[in-house]
């Protein structure tokens, strides 16, 4: 963990912003200067204000953050990635600015890369390059790609939490879905060696503090399918 004072105005936090940075094996809980409770994930930089000052609170986010904003109807909070704005309404949500699926038929079925939110309560927009609001609903996931365009839709939130509670519980959850969050959890890439195994489904619970490779071998007990990590990559034959 790292904490870096900075002056000088940037993305309009202010003449006096801090830097707080977790590195691959660490995670951080932090409380903002208006109450906000924010969920720092591995790999990630949030940048804010010493005191949130104007009409609008407003941070800078290069990682995974969940973020438990505190009510304030009179000063809007903003969270700027490099893709995009995520501006919210008084609420909890999820922000990743490392998101990349290549496949359309994929465990949530959005295709390219650029900065994920997840709506868990409450109500939030994010906003375009070019201006744009768009609103979310509950269980909306947006992808804001490099164009500044994002895509919308409905998705079921545990898997894009489950960093954040330490847990994940799932129900005929299939395979491809479980190595998302696995390969999330540890900033693992999964690889799969044949789509049919994509489609095994499971019912249990995930410990994100357990050994990999426990969860790893219980997986290939179950299916009977191999399973080994090399490097930074998991592969599934």
């Known amino acids: 963990l790292e904490k870096q004072s900075a002056l000088g105005k940037d993305e309009g936090l202010g003449a006096f912003s801090a830097d707080i940075v977790t590195h691959h094996d660490k995670e951080f809980w932090m409380t903002l ?4 409770r924010v969920h720092l994930n591995y790999n990630t930089k949030l ?39 995520v501006k919210e ?12 699926s290549q496949s359309s038929t994929g465990a949530y079925g959005i295709r390219g890369k650029g900065v994920a939110v997840v709506l868990v309560n409450g109500s939030i927009s994010v906003i375009s390059k ?18 500044g365009n994002p895509t919308i839709k409905q998705v079921d939130t545990a898997p894009f939490i489950s960093w954040n509670t330490g847990t994940f519980s799932f129900e005929d959850c299939p395979l491809d879905r479980l190595m998302d969050v696995i390969g999330r959890w540890y900033g693992l890439e999964i690889i799969f060696r044949s789509d049919a195994s994509r489609k095994i489904r499971f019912t249990g619970e995930l410990d994100r503090y357990n050994d990999i490779h426990h969860d790893l071998s219980a997986i290939s007990t179950i299916t009977g399918l191999r399973i080994k990590a090399e490097g930074t990559q998991v592969i599934i034959e």
Not at 74 to 81: E, Q
Not at 130 to 147: C, L, Q, S, W
């Open 33 to 36: 200067p208006d109450g906000t």
């Open 89 to 100: 309404y008084g609420t909890e949500f999820n922000v990743s600015t490392r998101y990349d």
């Open 47 to 85: 940048t804010y204000p010493l005191q949130f000052t104007g009409k609008n609170r407003e941070v800078a986010l290069e990682g995974e953050a969940y973020f438990f904003v505190a009510k304030d109807s009179r000063h809007p909070f903003i969270v700027h990635t490099r893709c995009g704005d």
């Open 130 to 147: 070019n201006g744009k609001e768009h609103m979310m609903k509950p269980n909306d996931m947006a992808v804001i790609g490099t164009n």
